[in-house]
């Protein structure tokens, strides 16, 4: 038995409650799970895919490479199945059930498709059904698409192509420039992946807010039209805020419906930042804007920052283990009937009587 054994004992339940790094030591175990957990997504069996992301998540909070499966112990949240992909792979290197969804025809179309912006499951399942197989299928069979969905597929390499950090804080000055023509005093924060330590992403996710409540409003419309008329925006679809707090917490577990916040989904044109590959001299890159009145921002920011495992842990946790309703809006006690509020992302995990974690230990 070897030293992981106890620490391995020791692993938390819920990922809020651990501190995953954005790198780990078990990447081929992580890699195999999170396929598989893809592929169950792609099917439409959501609660496969949770078992297999949740065990990959356990493997990624490890503080060491795994080199036998008998030093995880009875750990929590790694089912059997789990364990049988991550024994083939510590045994032979790889799995054999991986590497056959890997090459099969539903797993790579279903890839292909759901890469370009706007396609979920859904759509990409039709189309798979349908016979349709490549994007150039899609422009010679007339799919109809949305707007958004053309708008994808017009800059599917761009969008596929990582944005690197210093395309992330160009984009940001870009914002806080517009913004401050509009409101002085209001702030701009880079959250997402970026805000977790990742070195690049598959987007920017910018907050917007002012420290002072109620000023934020109309602000998105008019930086989105200024920017526009700049001629550095290539999409964009808005959505008006839908939240009131009269209308009390929703109940957890609901519709995937993560927040109401006023928010732009768009899509940025970046000038080249002088770097090899950008021939044409611009580069398409996927950014959401959203905006929190200052009360709400520090559930914004946790809301926003994710990672999306993370973030489905909080609240389940805060369902669960405390009778509260966690969402980027609000924490909401359900035994004291009240909102707790929270001036920063601390105060939130105070109330719900965790230890903090800071964002880069939230890549779970
Ligand atoms: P993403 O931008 O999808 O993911 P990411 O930034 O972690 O990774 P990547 O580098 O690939 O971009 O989502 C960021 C966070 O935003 C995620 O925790 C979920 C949250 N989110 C909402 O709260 N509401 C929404 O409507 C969406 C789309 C995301
Ligand atoms: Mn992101
Ligand atoms: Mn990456
Ligand atoms: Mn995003």
Redesign the pocket.
Known sequence: VSALAPLGQQMAPYACQRRTPLLHSNQPLTEALETLAEDAGFSGSEGRSLAFTRAASVLKALPGRLSALEELGPLPGIGEHSRRVIQDVLEDGVSVEVERVKLSERYRTMKLFTKIFGVGVRTASRWYQEGLRTLVDLQERNTKLTRQQQAGLRHYEDLNTP?ERGEAESIGRMVQEAVQRFLPGASVTL????R?G?P??????LLLTHPEAGREAGLLSRVVSWLDSQGLILYQHSQENSFALHEGPEPPGGRD???RFE?C?SIFRLEAQGRLGAARGWKAVRV?L?VAPVGQFPF?LL??????H??RELRRFAGHERKMVLN?HTLYDTRLNLFLPAASEEEIFQHLGLEYVPPTQRNA
């Open positions: 944005v959250a997402g992946g970026f977790r990742k690049h992403g598959h987007d920017v996710d419906v993560l927040d928010r989904f959401d959203v914004a809301g926003w920052t994710g990672s999306r993370f973030e980027s």
